[in-house]
């Protein structure tokens, strides 16, 4: 019911910034958070930052690791929802997959993006 396309990854030097974009589409009443989640080379995945509006009021999630670097933000007329990567890291080089959760009556539905890469050069 809901389709989420990811952009904006890529090559960047440590130390830049570079910006994800993660664009929902379908059944998008049905979401009540939107998140990034990242998955390194031989490790699992792990949250990255997620976010939840209420009562008009966004709530952001970080991870310890990207707390304070990058911002979460969502765009809810476009239904787009952002990652502003500040300060990267070597060790921030992942994919990158945008998270939505759905929810219904008596349900709950994880979807998930295709991912993007991103690559920090030291």
């Known amino acids: 019911q809901v389709q989420l396309v990811e952009s904006g990854g890529g090559l960047v030097q440590a130390g830049g910034s570079l910006r994800l974009s993660c664009l929902a589409s379908?059944?998008?009443?049905?979401?009540?958070?939107m998140g990034w989640y990242r998955q390194a080379p031989g490790g699992g995945r792990e949250m990255v930052a997620t976010i939840r509006s209420s009562g008009g009021t966004n709530y952001a999630n970080y991870s310890d690791s990207v707390k304070d670097r990058f911002p979460i933000s969502r765009d809810n007329a476009k239904n787009t929802v952002y990652l502003q990567m500040n300060s990267l890291k070597p060790e921030d080089s992942a994919v990158y997959y945008c998270?939505?959760?759905?929810?219904?009556?008596?349900?709950?539905?994880?979807?998930w993006g295709k991912g993007t890469l991103v690559t920090v050069s030291p």
């Open positions: 379908g059944a998008t009443f049905s979401i009540a958070a």
């Open positions: 998270h939505a959760e759905g929810r219904g009556t008596f349900y709950t539905m994880d979807y």
